[in-house]
């Protein structure tokens, strides 16, 4: 097997170095050595970026260079520049849910705004302003926790109130001091529509086939499905200092077994209508209007009417 070739120059100096009986470094005296040569021009002259001269032969190259702030770039490099912090969005969420803008929340979300992020305090300025004299100025101002998803139930508007919970808004967040929420808040503002949403009431849905009718005049209760009336119920609403509050409104829970954190009463079978203080339940039917404000039924009718009646339903009161 023959022997590896070898560069001729490599050869030749093991040659030289045998003859001379030296070393290599002794070898090197061997050949002429040329004058120093005065410190080197730029024109000639190799630093490294640092300011180091390149290393001349048997000297250890100089470390890779490591760019520092106060180091300047090679040109044609990037300068380095401390990374800075991305900007909180969140404020703009909040303002494109006050402007009802869909499109902008929907982008601000897929940028990785947190959909359940919560309002800063204090709010920005322009946002008080925009609710202020309003019933949600004392939320955006001092309620702290008030997310995307409350605000926009709050406004009622359901389109908006559909987009955040389909990219993740979470419906049962409370605030921190008055454990507020996104259907308390549709509640308050009578928004029947975004009510059923936050309950997950749907065209087709079982709560979306029945509907009470309340006539305070005659002091009946219909119950309808599916647009057939199916119950007719007497009842007994609220006296004259008390009056049952006209309007629309949607069954939000459900008691069987509930007493009145007002007055200290029993209230069975309770139905709350919109998370407000009044509701369905049954109790004594004198003959006229009797209660507190909520709607009496009779005790049968009453059992009855909690048990086939789901979350959500529509409940009118005229």
């Not at 097997?1 to 070898?27: D, F, V």
């Not at 008030?146 to 987009?163: C, E, I, R, Y």
Request: proline share 11%; with cysteine; hydrophobic share 40%.
């Amino acid at each position: 097997m023959g022997l590896p070739s070898l560069p001729l120059q490599l050869l030749a100096w093991a040659a030289i170095c045998l003859l001379a009986g030296t070393g290599p470094s002794q070898a090197t005296a061997a050949f002429p050595v040329a004058e120093e040569s005065p410190e080197p021009t730029p024109d000639h002259a190799t630093s490294s970026p640092n300011g180091a001269s390149s290393p001349s032969p048997g000297q250890a190259p100089a470390p890779p260079w490591v760019p520092t702030n106060d180091t300047p770039c090679p040109d044609g490099a990037a300068s380095p520049s401390t990374p800075q912090p991305t900007p909180d969005l969140t404020p703009d969420l909040f303002r494109a849910v006050a402007a009802s803008d869909i499109p902008a929340v929907e982008n601000l979300i897929s940028a990785g705004v947190d959909v359940n992020a919560t309002l800063s305090h204090p709010a920005p300025d322009d946002l008080v302003q925009r609710f202020l004299d309003t019933n949600l100025e004392f939320f955006v101002r001092q309620e702290k926790g008030l997310t995307p998803l409350m605000l926009a139930s709050a406004m009622g508007n359901p389109d908006l109130v559909k987009s955040l919970l389909a990219r993740g808004a979470r419906r049962h967040a409370v605030t921190q001091k008055h454990k507020t929420f996104a259907l308390w808040l549709a509640g308050r503002g009578s928004h029947v529509e975004v009510m059923q949403i936050l309950l997950g009431v749907e065209a087709g849905s079982e709560a979306a086939r029945y509907k009470i009718r309340v006539s305070l005049d005659d002091q009946t209760a219909f119950v309808w499905k599916d647009g057939v009336i199916q119950q007719t119920i007497p009842i007994s609403s609220g006296r004259k200092k008390f009056p049952t509050p006209k309007g629309r409104y949607v069954v939000t829970n459900k008691y069987k077994d509930w007493k009145s954190t007002i007055y200290r009463v029993k209230m069975p079978y309770y139905l709350r209508l919109s998370c407000q203080a009044f509701g369905l339940h049954a109790g004594a039917l004198p003959g006229y209007p009797a209660s507190h404000g909520c709607i009496r039924l009779p005790p049968k009718d009453a059992a009855s009417l909690f048990a086939e009646v789901p979350v959500g339903t529509l409940v009118e009161i005229e």
